[in-house]
């Protein structure tokens, strides 16, 4: 009896051990939580976002930390994301007239009666490769239309995806990003440059917006 005892210790002491390599062994899986340490790609924890390289090239890479947020950060030790390749374009507009701005491959539509009286709209991406636009109003009090502005990303010359893209905006108030969706077009108005656009179809993802905000193009069904 006393051996049979030794025994059932043996085997449950086996037993926990092979139960702990194997949770070591699911928590290191890519569909595992990220942990607070260790090496490794950890899973996205905010949508993936599209970057375009000048070449045409599309891909989605992890939103740097710089840019998880409504406002603007002061990390810059990710590979993705380069501060130099700062755009931003400045436009006054009389609401009652609308208008244009375009910045990199964003374009903002202003339709007439949009807003009532003259507002400076500045759109600012934090680097040209990837697919995140800040979009703000003078006079703040502005920042809320008669008729919705659309935001249309050009896709034209590149590898993407259209079908796999949605913009999502940053939701201050949970501050999280929340999915608006996007509708997919091949008639996009021809309002970047001819070097861009030349004479292939204008392709692209737009929306309708009520407000400024910051909005990225991330991945569909995040």
Same mark, same amino acid.
């Given at each position: 009896?006393?051996?049979?005892? +030794?025994?059932?210790?043996?085997? #449950?002491?086996?037993? %926990?051990? *092979?139960?702990?390599?194997?949770?070591?062994?699911?928590?290191?899986?890519?569909?595992?939580?990220?942990?607070?340490?260790?090496?490794?790609?950890?899973?996205?924890?905010?949508?993936?976002?599209?970057?375009?390289?000048?070449?045409?090239?599309?891909?989605?890479? +992890?939103?740097?930390?710089?840019?998880?947020?409504?406002?603007?950060?002061?990390?810059?030790?990710?590979?993705?994301?380069?501060?130099?390749?700062? #755009?931003?374009? %400045?436009?006054?507009?009389?609401?009652?007239?609308?208008?244009?701005?375009?910045?990199?491959?964003?374009?903002?539509?202003?339709?007439?009666?949009?807003?009532?009286?003259?507002?400076?709209?500045?759109?600012?991406?934090?680097?040209?490769?990837?697919?995140?636009?800040?979009?703000?109003? %003078?006079?703040?009090?502005?920042?809320?239309?008669?008729?919705?502005?659309? *935001?249309? #990303? /050009?896709?034209?010359?590149?590898?993407?995806?259209?079908?796999?893209?949605?913009?999502?905006?940053?939701?201050?108030?949970?501050?999280?990003?929340? +999915?608006?969706?996007?509708?997919?077009?091949?008639?996009?108005?021809?309002? #970047?440059?001819?070097?861009? *656009?030349?004479?292939?179809?204008?392709?692209?993802?737009?929306?309708?917006?009520? /407000?400024?905000?910051?909005?990225?193009?991330?991945?569909?069904?995040?």
């Amino acid at each position: 009896m006393t051996r049979s005892r +030794s025994a059932v210790r043996a085997l #449950l002491a086996v037993a %926990s051990l *092979l139960l702990g390599i194997a949770a070591v062994g699911c928590n290191s899986t890519p569909t595992a939580p990220a942990g607070s340490g260790g090496g490794g790609t950890a899973p996205y924890d905010s949508p993936p976002l599209l970057q375009i390289e000048a070449d045409g090239s599309a891909s989605w890479v +992890s939103l740097p930390v710089a840019l998880r947020s409504g406002s603007p950060g002061t990390s810059y030790d990710d590979a993705t994301f380069d501060p130099s390749r700062r #755009l931003s374009a %400045s436009v006054t507009i009389d609401g009652t007239l609308g208008g244009r701005v375009v910045c990199g491959r964003y374009v903002a539509t202003v339709p007439a009666g949009a807003f009532a009286g003259v507002g400076t709209i500045t759109m600012t991406l934090p680097d040209s490769t990837l697919m995140l636009c800040d979009l703000e109003i %003078s006079p703040a009090d502005l920042n809320g239309f008669l008729a919705p502005i659309d *935001l249309a #990303l /050009h896709t034209t010359k590149t590898s993407t995806d259209v079908d796999s893209v949605d913009f999502y905006w940053w939701d201050t108030e949970k501050g999280d990003w929340t +999915s608006m969706g996007s509708q997919k077009s091949t008639t996009l108005d021809p309002v #970047l440059t001819d070097e861009l *656009l030349g004479t292939d179809p204008i392709v692209g993802v737009r929306l309708d917006l009520n /407000h400024f905000s910051r909005y990225m193009a991330g991945k569909a069904g995040w």
